[in-house]
T-cell receptor, first 118, second 112 residues
Framework: AQKVTQAQTEISVVEKEDVTLDCVYE???????LFWYKQPPSGELVFLIR??????QNEISGRYSWNFQKSTSSFNFTITASQVVDSAVYFC???????????????FGKGTKLSVKP | EPEVTQTPSHQVTQMGQEVILRCVPI?????FYWYRQILGQKVEFLVS????????KSEIFDDQFSVERPDGSNFTLKIRSTKLEDSAMYFC??????????FGPGTRLTVT
């Protein structure tokens, strides 16, 4: 079955600390895509990254970095030197566009609420 | 940059009333989706739409729900007889290929 697990419900850090948000997934296919979205208090879903299953290179974008490990079915997200503006709920998601009749819909984890205190 | 738009941003309705949530997907996109997020919970897939028909739907998408693309630009979600538990944020998404979706800002539906 396809599933995304974000075991950390809430994380609280002090500004400038590094923080890692965990994401573990289960998939039925060898071709799949993984995503991270940020949901600030205003409610919209802000796309952060998409990764396909054949690209295990880690990615860095400013203070954000992602570690994709197929061997452990994990796609973890690290924020370096966190800031108050990073406070949000972060969702990890999975898509299996080639599996069965899938039309590429996303399966989301339950999210991790990050609070960054000044 | 093209974006998905949704109207209204907030809809309040009474239980038993019909509501229509509207979305304008990105113009060259072919795949359209609706998702739902009950307050404080995860985002859940409702339905996907391709080639003018429903291509996939979840267990949540029962007979009370329907979707259509009436004029080639709008993509609507109708809830026939709203229940209290339909209160949620509804997100529309569109995609050029079956890989992901660009999400709209959402419509917050409150059923009283």
């Amino acid at each position: 079955a396809q599933k995304v697990t974000q075991a950390q419900t809430e994380i609280s850090v002090v500004e400038k600390e590094d923080v890692t948000l965990d994401c573990v997934y289960e998939t039925r296919d060898t071709t799949y895509y993984l995503f991270w979205y940020k949901q600030p208090p205003s409610g919209e879903l802000v796309f952060l990254i998409r990764r396909n299953s054949f690209d295990e290179q880690n990615e860095i974008s400013g203070r954000y970095s992602w570690n994709f490990q197929k061997s452990t079915s994990s796609f973890n997200f690290t924020i370096t030197a966190s800031q108050v503006v990073d406070s949000a709920v972060y969702f990890c998601a999975l898509s299996e566009p080639n599996y069965g009749g899938s039309q590429g819909n996303l399966i989301f984890g339950k999210g991790t609420k990050l609070s960054v205190k000044p | 940059e093209p974006e998905v738009t949704q109207t209204p941003s907030h809809q309040v309705t009474q239980m038993g009333q019909e509501v229509i949530l509207r979305c304008v997907p990105i113009s060259n996109h072919l795949y359209f989706y609706w998702y739902r997020q009950i307050l404080g919970q995860k985002v859940e897939f409702l339905v996907s739409f391709y080639n003018n028909e429903i291509s996939e739907k979840s267990e949540i998408f029962d007979d009370q729900f329907s979707v259509e693309r009436p004029d080639g630009s709008n993509f609507t979600l109708k809830i026939r007889s709203t229940k209290l538990e339909d209160s949620a944020m509804y997100f529309c998404a569109s995609s050029e290929v079956r890989i992901d979706g660009v999400f709209g800002p959402g419509t917050r539906l409150t059923v009283t």
